[in-house]
């Protein structure tokens, strides 16, 4: 069955990096979309990018472009999400998805993030 | 400020329907026939309800459905049960690999 399975919560200080990661299974890896989105406490959810795991390429979300990098590694169907120069309100759960048919169509267990000195 | 606007609450009683919509532009819900809606309990992950506007996934109850009128979409939750109580958003693609995302809306059932 497909899963897709991420990383441990971290705690960081601001101004640090943090790097999550979503191994998937159960399906071919290089044949679709991985999402990232991220939800703050008590809010909605935000859209930050996506990658393509067949040629590595990516798109973000306009205010995130600078800030985060998505990367993957084919050999474990790993999909990483770097984002940079945390500051408090990056305080969040950080989700992957799997994109199918322009829908998210299974998520990650999410990621909780903790940006605090 | 969310691209997809949702209303924060909708509520019914068991056994009635609720509808929620999620309204959009031209330029994402207005063109494309790729709306889809996830139902969020607290603490969980997102789990697709809808996608391409009305299609339902395997496993997803019938009482789920799903419909488009120029820039808003709406979902339908007929026959409410006391395990729909969820937070309920809508995604929409945009084009250019961009996809828009709703507020949320907290559904109650009374």
């Known amino acids: 069955q497909v899963q897709l399975v991420q990383s441990g919560a971290e705690v960081k200080e601001p101004g640090a990096s943090v790097k999550v990661s979503c191994k998937a299974s159960?399906?071919?890896?290089?044949?679709?979309?991985i999402h990232w989105a991220r939800q703050a406490p008590g809010h909605g959810l935000e859209c930050m990018g996506l990658i393509n795991p067949s040629d590595g390429s990516t798109t973000f979300a306009q205010k995130f472009q600078g800030r985060v990098t998505l990367t993957r590694d084919t050999s474990t169907s790993t999909v990483y999400m770097e984002l940079s120069s945390l500051i408090s309100d990056d305080t969040a759960v950080y989700y992957c998805?799997?994109?199918?048919?322009?829908?998210?169509?299974?998520w990650g267990q999410g990621t909780l993030v903790t940006v605090s000195s | 400020q969310s691209a997809l606007t949702q209303p924060p609450a909708a509520s019914g009683s068991p056994g009635q329907s609720v509808t929620i919509s999620c309204t959009g532009s031209?330029?994402?819900?207005?063109?494309?026939?790729?709306v889809s809606w996830y139902q969020q309990h607290p603490g969980r992950a997102p789990q697709l309800m809808i996608y391409?506007?009305?299609k339902r996934p395997s496993g997803v109850p019938d009482r789920f459905s799903g419909s488009k009128s120029g820039n808003t979409a709406s979902l339908t939750v007929s026959g409410l049960q006391a395990e729909d109580e969820a937070d309920y958003f809508c995604i929409s693609y945009a084009g250019s690999r961009d996809w828009v995302f709703g507020g949320g809306t907290k559904l109650t059932v009374l």
């Open positions: 031209s330029s994402d819900v207005g063109t494309y026939n790729y």
């Open positions: 998805a799997r994109g199918n048919s322009y829908a998210y169509d299974y």
């Open positions: 159960g399906y071919t890896f290089t044949g679709l979309f």
């Open positions: 391409e506007v009305s």
